[in-house]
């Protein structure tokens, strides 16, 4: 088995920015390349190169030894290439099958065969070991299913190369060893896949190769047996880390109760939560997906209202029933899906970062004063670090790691007592993971109380001061992070029943 795909020399400019300067890959039959790099060095754009969407400005690709000009995604299909895009991208009133087949329906007499769609997708569905029905509308499924039909879509037309854009970030523990699965059955018939993500337990589990990727230059590919995440990690970012995770040497910064839900009740939703929260402590919540651990931060900000229980600030009973007035009580919450609930996409940077706050840029005639949401802005991009020619860019044009720092910023400005972040992390690099995670340390050393949901047991683990394992929509136990470890945590997760202990202290 041979090298099937050469990028050379591929240059990429956008306006104000050289997105990819003379980048180099390779890819052998039969193989999966890691593709790393940290956010914004331009591993999704060289893909979206590959599979049609842009078109390069300089270097050439050469697909089974010949030079190849891929017009479109149409064209990139038909040379045997498809796609898993970071970001979904099903149409969410057409049907799985539907969007699984699109433009490439079964057809009889003339017109969309549903019957045999249907049929194909069941068998494609088995096959792969989905268990999702075909006649279901994609809105109507969870954001991990909706993942898996991404999957099974760009599995369809039998590709000799998939691209993975990380994959797994929606998926649960489950899905993610199907989706392993999956891709150990596409090595076996001599497929090769390409593989972005930021987890390195899966770098290291599953590919034979990774390619470097900084500042849209390339750096180096290696063999994944023959390096290790900390030369990895060196590689991506320019530098050594000694440490993944900043220390943070206190657990409060007071003895006063700041936050304190008692008996939180909503029915499917979140079941007798009680728990509470101290200025300059992070809380973990923990729990597989689907176990309610999002669902109990959206009752206390007020999404997802409860049906009995109270909320105390500061010892005095509050009315927290909506968004708006969870911002006037200065909580703020930065949501798991960064796209859809945490950024207005098609706006500029300037304008997601003034959002949750217009009152500060309001004249007396409540109207937007531009001046001051250009120096609000400004100040946020750099004290946040935030990579983007200007604040006037549009925020689907950024990497992922610096839309969520633009999430961020937009909380920061309404000055929170209290911060919930749902998988603050998720889909970004390992460098912009340690600038948030400092920024979390230096919010808490001013006494800001913080709740962090987290998938990732080592990141909830390293940067929590009390952790509540979450299950069934419930709290099941508390437990001291420097105290237990995954397999501990994981037991209580697969318990049949638990007695939940006692959390208010």
Do not use: C
Not at 224 to 251: A, H
Not at 345 to 374: G, P, Q
Not at 466 to 473: M, P, S
């Amino acid at each position: 088995m041979g090298t099937i795909l050469e990028m050379k020399e591929i240059k990429k400019v956008f306006p104000g920015v050289v997105a990819l300067d003379g980048v180099n890959i390779s890819l052998d039959q039969g193989k999966v390349l890691a593709l790393l790099g940290e956010n914004g060095a331009g591993k999704s754009t060289l893909m979206k190169i590959l599979s049609g969407s842009y078109v390069p400005d300089g270097g050439h690709i050469e697909l089974f030894g010949q030079k190849v000009n891929i017009r479109n995604v149409v064209h990139a299909r038909e040379l045997g290439i498809s796609i898993i895009y970071q970001e979904l991208s099903l149409s969410p009133n057409m049907t799985v099958a539907e969007n699984i087949w699109a433009l490439y329906e079964p057809v009889k007499f003339g017109l969309i065969n549903d019957a045999e769609m249907n049929r194909k997708t069941k068998e494609l569905l088995d096959e792969l070991d989905i268990h999702i029905s075909p006649s279901a509308l994609v809105r109507d499924l969870s954001i991990s299913n909706q993942q898996m039909v991404e999957i099974a879509k760009a599995v369809s037309s039998n590709p000799k190369i998939i691209i993975m854009d990380e994959p797994t970030s929606a998926l649960s523990s489950k899905e993610t060893r199907t989706l392993f699965n999956i891709i150990t059955r596409l090595k076996s018939q001599g497929n090769s896949v390409i593989y972005i993500s930021h987890r390195m337990e899966e770098i290291f589990e599953i590919t034979d190769t990774v390619s470097v990727l900084r500042d849209g230059k390339y750096i180096g590919t290696v063999k994944t047996k023959d390096t290790s995440p900390d030369d990895l990690i060196t590689m991506m970012v320019g530098r050594n880390m000694d440490e993944v995770y900043p220390p943070k040497d206190f657990k409060r910064t007071s003895d006063e109760i700041l936050l304190e839900i008692r008996d939180y009740h909503r029915k499917g939703s979140y079941h007798n939560i009680s728990f509470s929260l101290r200025p300059g402590e992070i809380l973990g919540l923990y729990g597989l997906m689907g176990s309610g651990r999002t669902e109990i931060v959206q009752g206390i900000f007020g999404m997802l209202k409860r049906e009995r229980g109270d909320l105390f600030l500061h010892g005095k009973k509050v009315k927290v029933n909506t968004p708006l007035q969870a911002i006037e009580k200065r909580i703020a919450f930065v949501t798991e899906d960064r796209k859809h609930e945490g950024l207005v996409l098609t706006s500029s940077v300037y304008e997601n970062i003034t959002l949750a706050n217009l009152d500060k840029v309001l004249n007396k005639l409540r109207l937007i004063k531009h001046d001051k949401e250009v120096n609000i802005s400004n100040r946020h991009v750099d004290a946040l670090k935030i990579k983007t020619p200007s604040i006037y860019q549009t925020v689907n044009k950024l990497s992922g790691g610096n839309q969520q720092k633009i999430v961020l910023s937009k909380w920061f400005e309404i000055e929170p007592e209290i911060l919930i972040l749902d998988e603050p992390t998720r889909g970004i690099d390992v460098g912009a993971k340690f600038e948030i995670y400092k920024l979390m340390i230096e919010l808490a050393s001013k006494g800001v109380g913080i709740i962090l949901i987290s998938s990732e047991l080592p990141e909830i683990l390293h940067m929590s001061d009390r952790l509540l394992v979450i299950k069934d929509h419930e709290v099941t136990v508390e437990l001291d992070p420097k105290q237990t470890t995954q397999e501990e945590i994981m037991s209580y997760i697969t318990k049949t029943k638990s007695k939940q202990t006692d959390i208010t202290s």
